[in-house]
């Protein structure tokens, strides 16, 4: 079974506008960890945000919020006011375990695409 | 410090040959990652050293793969007998202690003719 499923293949938004990028995670442990990540073309992986289990509050980071939904496994990636340097893949991750977890698990990802 | 370095950042080989990546995480930090990407996919994880000592390994990783990190410091990821199936891009990624967010490198694109 997928543990994590990013079910949007490719996004096309215009220049400006808010996006959701959806991510469903599967998990029996109590304790885990949600990533985003961002990779341009030039292949890197950059580092969105993160939120734990355990967090209450939704993740933010400038532009980049989490809306992280337990009961429904759910951790969408809100991009608010997009711009042209937005356009990228975007991949989903966690991380299961507590202390001494150290493996991610990635998603298929989606490609945004924002249009001027 | 300009973050994890990989080199090269591309490799062609031609099946059967042996090929070699490096990796130099970030001075400071004691944990090394190494991730598969095919196309289309997200990374896979391979093997993560903390310090010099593997601690643990993907059953991706065949018995044609090995990882040394010698001093704890850099790491090189080693593909013998390199087939068609290992046409990925292999990425590295470094970490210290339990983490919130582990600092990737631009990767190795090894391309298998």
């Known amino acids: 079974a997928q543990k994590i499923t990013q079910t949007q293949p490719g996004m096309f938004v215009q220049e400006k506008e808010a996006v959701t990028l959806d991510c469903t995670y599967d998990t029996s442990d109590q304790s885990y960890g949600l990533f985003w990540y961002k990779q341009p073309s030039s292949g890197e992986m950059i580092f969105l945000i993160y939120?734990?289990?355990?967090?209450?509050q939704n993740a933010t980071e400038g532009r980049y919020s989490l809306n992280f939904q337990k009961a429904r496994k759910s951790a969408n990636l809100v991009i608010s006011a997009s711009q042209l340097g937005d356009s990228a893949m975007y991949f989903c991750?966690?991380?299961?375990?507590?202390?001494?977890?150290?493996?991610?698990?990635f998603g298929q990802g989606t490609r945004l695409t924002i249009n001027p | 410090d300009t973050g994890v370095s990989q080199d090269p950042r591309h490799k062609i080989t031609k099946r059967g040959q042996n090929v070699t990546f490096r990796c130099d995480p970030i001075s400071e930090h004691n944990r090394l990652y190494w991730y598969r990407q095919t196309l289309g996919q997200g990374p896979e994880f391979l093997t993560y050293f903390q310090n010099e000592a593997q601690l643990e390994k993907s059953r991706l990783l065949s018995d044609r793969f090995s990882a040394e990190r010698p001093k704890g410091s850099f790491s090189t990821l080693e593909i013998q007998r390199t087939e068609q199936g290992d046409s990925a891009m292999y990425l590295c990624a470094s970490s210290f202690g339990q983490t919130y967010g582990y600092t990737f490198g631009s990767g190795t694109r090894l391309t298998v003719v």
């Open positions: 939120q734990g289990s355990y967090d209450e």
């Open positions: 991750a966690m991380r299961e375990g507590g202390q001494g977890a150290q493996k991610l698990v």
